[in-house]
């Protein structure tokens, strides 16, 4: 397995991912219609368990709006985004600048750190979806792991999208590497 994005790089571990999207997509009403060509499609952080999963959709909503969130001064507004990213990552999505067009600008001075990090979150289970080129796929998806979401906005661009979740997924991994500190040190 490719230890950045879980890219199954072997026979064996093609066969583990297969077999955990098809138990992911088990319920689904649509799951007569994958065949298991179709499964290989399925991202393997649709797999991951909840916590590391909201933490990736977290990043991925917090890299599409960098553009505005640079533009921020108040510090108490972010430090909710890095308690839950940690210091590394949130400083890599902000500090990268995305060739692809990226969430509409956003006035953060109009947001407190509860509604910022709800918007991160949703935004960016709308760009995790909108990354999944397999229409029917990618709706199965959102009714398994988020009942909640409306239909992806069919104005982000596929392309786009999968960049931005490329980008959060390294800044993910950064921080899986480095402990994150919020008071002090690093323990």
Do not use: K
Request: proline fraction near 5%; charged fraction near 20%; aromatic fraction near 4%.
């Amino acid at each position: 397995m490719d230890t950045l994005t879980a890219h199954p790089s072997t026979a064996a571990a093609a066969r583990r991912h297969r077999a955990r999207a098809a138990g992911l997509l088990a319920d689904s009403p649509l799951r007569a219609q994958f065949s298991w060509i179709d499964l290989c499609a399925v991202p393997p952080w649709a797999t991951w368990e909840r916590d590391r999963l909201d933490r990736l959709a977290c990043a991925s909503g917090t890299h599409a709006h960098a553009a505005s969130l640079r533009h921020c001064i108040d510090g108490r507004i972010l430090l909710r985004l890095r308690e839950r990213l940690g210091d590394a990552a949130l400083t890599a999505l902000l500090d990268h600048e995305s060739a692809v067009g990226a969430a509409p600008l956003l006035q953060p001075m109009d947001l407190d750190a509860e509604s910022l990090e709800r918007l991160a979150d949703s935004t960016g289970r709308d760009w995790l979806l909108a990354s999944i080129a397999h229409g029917l796929l990618r709706d199965a998806l959102r009714e398994r792991l988020w009942t909640d979401a409306g239909p992806v906005l069919r104005a982000i661009n596929t392309e786009a999208a999968a960049q931005v979740v490329h980008i959060a997924l390294h800044a993910c991994a950064l921080d899986a590497q480095t402990p994150a500190r919020v008071n002090g040190p690093a323990a």
